[in-house]
């Protein structure tokens, strides 16, 4: 398992984050290709990741590939996955191993700054909250439509899965692409999380922060079999199977007490 160490800030971070985080030497986090049929081409994607007073605050910086990103959504709660994405997604419990699960929230950007956010419920809570919400009128069941909504369910290695399309995060994001680099800032208030104010340090969360590369997809050129799979860079460790689902495999994120002095 991967393992960072995240400072928790004595100040406040919603605003000129990216600013705030560099000036504390908030430090780096190099995502990587775990899997080599979705490496297609080698691009820089690296993450800064700290708390402070009201919340959880992440600036991405992405290297923009020669033949431009791809972004055709522009609408939140879309397929945005199938663009140039960068996400994070983030579980304030121990890792979802055990039949009583825990759940992860989960933002996917795309550099029109268009949003997927939902929720995902593991284990036995995902059997549990899908009965729920069977139990309630309003119950939908996302159809694979391009625009996203109600509950999808899967099992990922063995793990019983479930997508709550309907939670709506009060995250705030600022999206820049200038020259090589894309930047996102992506803060989020603790109360997305259920919480009054930060994590005491020595907790404990558990993740990934991703990046979908669709533009490294390409055909069979003069006979030769080229991939036709999107380059994925993310946290996970210890998995041959290609996807960002895998709560077992996530980072653990241990925040810490932060310099106090600048």
């Given at each position: 398992?991967?393992?960072?160490?995240?400072?928790?800030?004595?100040?406040?971070?919603?605003?000129?984050?990216?600013?705030?985080?560099?000036?504390?030497?908030?430090?780096?986090?190099?995502?990587?290709?775990?899997w080599k049929a979705?490496?297609?081409?080698?691009?820089?994607?690296?993450?800064?990741v700290a708390?402070?007073?009201?919340?959880?605050?992440?600036?991405?910086?992405?290297?923009?590939?020669?033949?431009?990103?791809?972004?055709?959504?522009?609408?939140?709660?879309?397929?945005?996955?199938?663009?140039?994405?960068?996400?994070?997604?983030?579980?304030?419990?121990?890792?979802?191993?055990?039949?009583?699960?825990?759940?992860?929230?989960?933002?996917?950007?795309?550099?029109?700054?268009?949003?997927?956010?939902?929720?995902?419920?593991?284990?036995?809570?995902?059997?549990?909250?899908?009965?729920?919400?069977?139990?309630?009128?309003?119950?939908?069941?996302?159809?694979?439509?391009?625009?996203?909504?109600?509950?999808?369910?899967?099992?990922?290695?063995?793990?019983?899965?479930?997508?709550?399309?309907?939670?709506?995060?009060?995250?705030?994001?600022?999206?820049?692409?200038?020259?090589?680099?894309?930047?996102?800032?992506?803060?989020?208030?603790?109360?997305?999380?259920?919480?009054?104010?930060?994590?005491?340090?020595?907790?404990?969360?558990?993740?990934?922060?991703?990046?979908?590369?669709?533009?490294?997809?390409?055909?069979?050129?003069?006979?030769?079999?080229?991939?036709?799979?999107?380059?994925?860079?993310?946290?996970?460790?210890?998995?041959?199977?290609?996807?960002?689902?895998?709560?077992?495999?996530?980072?653990?994120?241990?925040?810490?007490?932060?310099?106090?002095?600048?």
């Open positions: 398992m991967n393992e960072f160490y995240i400072p928790l800030l004595p100040i406040t971070l919603e605003k000129n984050t990216d600013q705030k985080l560099s000036d504390r030497e908030v430090p780096g986090i190099e995502l990587e290709y775990p979705y490496c297609g081409r080698t691009l820089f994607t690296g993450a800064f708390g402070g007073k009201d919340g959880l605050a992440v600036s991405f910086c992405a290297e923009v590939p020669h033949n431009k990103l791809v972004a055709r959504r522009t609408e939140n709660k879309t397929k945005v996955y199938e663009d140039d994405c960068l996400e994070l997604f983030i579980m304030p419990a121990a890792p979802a191993g055990t039949s009583a699960g825990s759940v992860y929230y989960a933002w996917e950007i795309n550099p029109n700054n268009a949003c997927l956010d939902y929720r995902v419920y593991t284990g036995d809570l995902a059997h549990k909250t899908l009965e729920e919400a069977r139990a309630q009128k309003d119950f939908e069941v996302y159809a694979g439509d391009e625009k996203i909504h109600g509950f999808h369910q899967d099992t990922i290695d063995g793990l019983p899965l479930l997508w709550d399309y309907s939670w709506k995060s009060n995250a705030v994001r600022r999206i820049e692409v200038e020259d090589d680099f894309w930047y996102l800032e992506l803060f989020i208030p603790w109360k997305d999380f259920g919480l009054s104010q930060a994590p005491a340090p020595g907790t404990t969360w558990f993740g990934t922060i991703n990046r979908v590369d669709a533009g490294a997809r390409s055909r069979a050129v003069s006979g030769e079999n080229r991939s036709e799979n999107p380059g994925l860079l993310c946290l996970l460790d210890e998995t041959d199977l290609p996807s960002f689902h895998q709560p077992k495999h996530f980072a653990a994120f241990h925040f810490e007490k932060g310099d106090e002095t600048r």
